[in-house]
């Protein structure tokens, strides 16, 4: 079962009318989630709705992988307009691939399709691997602070497109000494910046900006909900998934265990804020507001793009392959997850939320 559930149509909409720019696409916020190669499920969602064409994105909030999607799309929508975009979310995955390895010996998918964890992580052979492995930090078996994820980011991303990109984009990384989230904006989103907000700390050194020392962003905030609630933005936010929300079985083995626990961890954070959400909605709704509250709340119409069905199906350690024909799986399940939202939800777009929060969370 899924975490959002569809909101039935009321007797009257929320508004009259649907936000609308004058070429009458409908204005949204994107909401991006991180989840490493699974991220790829995103460039399919949006590489869909760019193709489709109706949607006018004028904010995107994000961490993580999350936060490469939405800066090559911003990079690409601000010198090539949804084909600009769509060519440089395909570079950075396509850079990514490249970066990863697996592809200097061709098409090896047969070969990693049949060595995936599924029968391997469960052998005592591979727990201790992971012991050993989680004994050594980045700093012992990455001195030089190697990271392959920079080359990717300056071969893609225009980062001065960013930085004048009437697009609003916020991307979340979490301040190591003081555990607080820090949103950066467009006009400080560097190669710095994105590589903070996908540092996992097991893997990665600490990414330091301004003298504060950076880790992945999607532990405080996977992605920020709030940076689109006290700007100029439009109402509707459509937020797109990488991390299951609910699984049917209780994970038994070991490795199991820890994909689902890492999974609660960095889902955590955007389940208390649309936890928030739905209790402004529940005030709004019920007109329990004060007329001086109404002032400094809004009627955020929120819609998703949920992985649950889509990506439930694959392991924690998916989020490690870089394989050129796993990533298109993954872009193809993304653009069959778009048509499926765009045929049930997008009629909502401007006028109420396609997801019932107060059912999950009011």
């Not at 590589?195 to 999607?218: H, K, R």
């Not at 079985?249 to 389940?271: H, Q, Y």
């Not at 653009?335 to 109420?352: N, Q």
């Amino acid at each position: 079962m899924a975490l959002f559930k569809r909101k039935a149509p009321a007797a009257k909409p929320a508004k009259p009318e649907p936000a609308t720019p004058d070429d009458g696409r409908r204005k949204v916020c994107l909401a991006l989630q991180g989840g490493g190669a699974h991220g790829a499920f995103q460039w399919g969602v949006l590489d869909r709705l760019l193709e489709d064409g109706r949607l006018d994105i004028r904010a995107v909030t994000a961490a993580s992988a999350g936060a490469m999607n939405g800066a090559a799309l911003v990079s690409g929508l601000a010198t090539g307009g949804a084909d600009g975009a769509r060519a440089t979310l395909d570079k950075l995955w396509r850079e990514t691939n490249q970066s990863g390895g697996k592809n200097v010996f061709g098409d090896t998918s047969i070969w990693s399709n049949a060595l995936t964890p599924g029968w391997l992580k469960d052998t005592t052979l591979w727990r201790a691997s992971e012991t050993l492995a989680m004994s050594m930090s980045p700093y012992e078996f990455n001195p030089l602070n190697l990271n392959p994820l920079k080359r990717v980011l300056d071969a893609t991303i225009d980062f001065e497109a960013v930085r004048v990109s009437d697009i609003k984009l916020h991307v979340a990384a979490t301040a190591v000494r003081h555990a607080r989230s820090r949103v950066f904006t467009n006009l400080e989103i560097t190669d710095q910046v994105l590589l903070a907000s996908a540092c996992l700390p097991q893997l990665f050194q600490a990414v330091e900006i301004d003298g504060e020392p950076y880790w992945d962003g999607g532990y405080l905030a996977n992605p920020p909900l709030w940076p689109l609630f006290y700007e100029d933005t439009p109402d509707d936010v459509l937020l797109i998934t990488l991390n299951a929300f609910e699984r049917a079985d209780t994970p038994k083995a070991p490795g199991d265990i820890m994909d689902r626990l890492n999974e609660v961890v960095f889902n955590a954070p955007l389940v208390a804020e649309l936890r928030a959400v739905a209790f402004v909605q529940d005030l709004i709704e019920q007109g329990r507001l004060t007329p001086s509250a109404k002032d400094r709340y809004r009627n955020i119409l929120m819609h998703a793009i949920e992985a649950d069905s889509w990506l439930g199906d694959l392991s924690l350690g998916s989020k490690f392959n870089t394989e050129w024909t796993f990533l298109n799986d993954l872009k193809a399940r993304g653009r069959a997850a778009a048509d499926e939202w765009l045929e049930s939800c997008f009629a909502e777009v401007g006028v109420r939320s396609s997801v019932d929060l107060q059912a999950r969370f009011g």
